[in-house]
C-alpha cells in the first residue's frame, strides 16, 4: 500500500494513496472527460466527494482566494458539473460587496459545464451531457412552471439569502470540514459544483460553451425582455434604456424582432459606439437636454417610441422609459432592479391613455424549456454572442475579472476553468 500522502498516478486506473479511516479513502483517477481528479470515497456514498480548485469569497469586498474545496455527492434531485467556462455578473460583484452574513462564499452563475453525476431522481439528465446553469429554476411542478405567462417557480426562484441546498439545508462544499456556502444555487466559480436538477439546462452539445455560457443569466435576461415581452412589430421604434449588457442584449432582441429604429439612452456617451454594433441607430444623451428625456424621446418620434425597455434599475429612468412610449399602443418593460425604498410615480392618465407597464424576470424564459432555444438561436447564426465577449482570464486570474467590471471596462469577461 502507498504510504499516506504520495499520490500514485496510473492513467485509466483508481490508485489509493492514503486510508484515512475505515470509512474514508482518497483516491487520485483518471477520466475521459474531467482528467485527474482527488477523489474521496466515503462508506456512504458510490460517486465521492471531489477536491478541486474554487475561488472562495472570504468576506465582503475581499479579493476571491484559490482554494482546494471539497466537493459533497449530488443527492436526491442534485447534479454535480464540471464548470468549463464560467463570467462575471454585476450580481456577483453586488453581493460580493455587500455587508451580508453569507460568508465565506462561492460566487457565479453564468456559466456552461458537463454534467459528472447525479443523484437520486434525476432523469432529465446524465453524466455527459452539456448544461448551462441558472440562477433560477424550473421544477416543472408548481403552479407557476404549468402556467404559460409565467417563468417564477415556487420552488427554484432566485433566492440570495440562501447559502445552502434545498433538499436538506447543507452546503455541498466545505474545507477541512467547515462549510462554504452557495450563491444562488449555482456557485460557478468552482472547477466542480452542486445543483438542484431544476437548475440545470440541457443544451445541443455541439454548441460552444465558451460561448453560450453568457446566456446564464444577464443577456438572456435582455434579450427576453425585448422578444417576449415587449414583443416590438416589424419596423417599429425601440427605446434602451441603460447599454451595459443587459441593455445591448435587448437592443440585440429589438434588432432580431424587425425593429428600425433602436434608440439608445444612456449618460455614458463612450458606449453609444459600441452599441451600434447590436442594432442601435440612434443615441440620447439626458445629460445633453434641458427637458425631461421623455419629452425629448417624444419629439424624436412623432408622439413617443412604440416599445421601451430599461435595463438600469434606476427609478427616474423607469419612469422615462414608461412616460415615453406612445398613447394607445405603446408599451414599456422594466428590467433593472430598483432599490428596494423606491417609489414609482406617475399621473394615472398615462396608463387611462392606454399606456402598457410590464415587469419580466430573466427575460419570462422559462431555463429548461426555453434555453435550449436559445442556444439555438446562437447556432442558426441568429443570435450574434460573440460581440458580448470582450476579455477572456484563466481561472486563477479570476480577480482579474472583478477590476475590469469596477473599471466599467469590457462587457462580458469569460473565465477559463483551464487554469
Request: hydrophobic share 40%; with cysteine; net charge neutral.
Given at each position: ?278 442594432g442601435c441607430t440612434e443615441f440620447v444623451n439626458p445629460k445633453d437636454h434641458s427637458k425631461p428625456v421623455q419629452e425629448v424621446l417624444a419629439e424624436m418620434t412623432n408622439g413617443g417610441v412604440d416599445r421601451s425597455v430599461e435595463c438600469t434599475g434606476n427609478i427616474n429612468a423607469m ?63 441568429e443570435l450574434e454572442l460573440e460581440k458580448f465577449i470582450t476579455h477572456t482570464v484563466p481561472f486563477s486570474e479570476i480577480n482579474k475579472a472583478f477590476d475590469l467590471m469596477a473599471k466599467g471596462e469590457g462587457i462580458r469577461c469569460i473565465i477559463r476553468m483551464d487554469h
Amino acid at each position: 500500500m502507498p504510504t499516506a500522502g504520495k499520490v500514485i498516478k496510473c492513467k485509466g486506473q483508481l490508485q489509493m494513496f492514503s486510508k484515512l479511516s475505515p470509512f474514508v479513502v482518497f483516491y487520485q483517477i483518471k477520466t475521459v472527460h474531467f482528467g485527474w481528479i482527488n477523489m474521496v470515497l466515503c462508506a456512504n456514498s458510490l460517486i465521492g466527494c471531489w477536491i478541486r480548485a474554487a475561488a472562495v469569497a472570504w468576506e465582503a469586498g475581499k479579493p476571491l482566494s484559490m482554494e482546494e474545496v471539497e466537493v459533497a455527492p449530488p443527492q436526491a434531485m442534485e447534479v454535480r458539473v464540471k464548470i468549463l467556462f464560467t463570467s462575471l455578473c454585476h450580481t456577483d460583484v453586488y453581493f460580493w460587496e455587500a455587508k451580508t452574513p453569507v460568508f465565506p462564499r462561492i460566487f457565479g452563475h453564468e456559466a456552461g459545464g458537463i454534467v459528472e453525476s447525479v443523484g437520486e431522481g434525476v432523469t432529465d439528465v446524465a453524466p455527459g451531457d452539456h448544461v448551462l446553469p441558472v440562477f433560477t429554476g424550473e421544477c416543472k411542478e408548481c403552479a407557476h412552471c404549468k402556467s404559460a405567462e409565467s417563468n417564477m417557480c415556487d420552488l427554484l426562484r432566485i433566492n440570495t439569502d440562501r447559502g445552502v441546498m434545498i433538499g436538506d439545508g447543507k452546503s455541498r462544499f466545505s474545507i477541512n470540514g467547515k462549510p462554504i456556502y452557495h450563491f444562488v444555487g449555482t456557485s460557478t466559480f468552482s472547477e466542480y459544483t452542486v445543483m438542484h436538477v431544476g437548475c440545470v439546462a440541457k443544451i445541443n452539445p455541439e454548441a460552444p460553451l465558451d460561448k453560450v455560457c453568457v446566456l446564464s443569466c444577464g443577456i438572456s435576461t435582455g434579450l427576453g425582455a425585448s422578444i417576449n415581452v415587449a414583443k416590438p412589430p416589424k419596423g417599429s421604434t425601440v427605446a434602451v434604456f441603460g447599454l451595459g449588457a443587459v441593455g445591448l442584449a435587448a437592443a440585440e432582441g429589438a434588432r432580431i424582432a424587425g425593429a428600425s429604429r433602436i434608440i439608445g439612452v444612456d449618460l455614458n456617451p463612450n458606449r453609444f459606439e459600441e452599441a451600434r454594433k447590436f442594432g442601435c441607430t440612434e443615441f440620447v444623451n439626458p445629460k445633453d437636454h434641458s427637458k425631461p428625456v421623455q419629452e425629448v424621446l417624444a419629439e424624436m418620434t412623432n408622439g413617443g417610441v412604440d416599445r421601451s425597455v430599461e435595463c438600469t434599475g434606476n427609478i427616474n429612468a423607469m419612469i422615462q422609459a414608461f412616460e415615453c412610449v406612445h398613447d394607445g399602443w405603446g408599451v414599456a418593460v422594466l428590467v433593472g432592479v430598483p432599490h428596494k425604498d423606491a417609489e414609482f410615480k406617475t399621473h394615472p392618465m398615462n396608463f387611462l391613455n392606454e399606456r402598457t407597464l410590464k415587469g419580466t424576470f430573466f427575460g419570462n424564459f422559462k431555463p429548461r424549456t426555453d434555453l435550449p432555444n436559445v442556444v439555438e438561436l446562437y447556432m442558426k447564426k441568429e443570435l450574434e454572442l460573440e460581440k458580448f465577449i470582450t476579455h477572456t482570464v484563466p481561472f486563477s486570474e479570476i480577480n482579474k475579472a472583478f477590476d475590469l467590471m469596477a473599471k466599467g471596462e469590457g462587457i462580458r469577461c469569460i473565465i477559463r476553468m483551464d487554469h
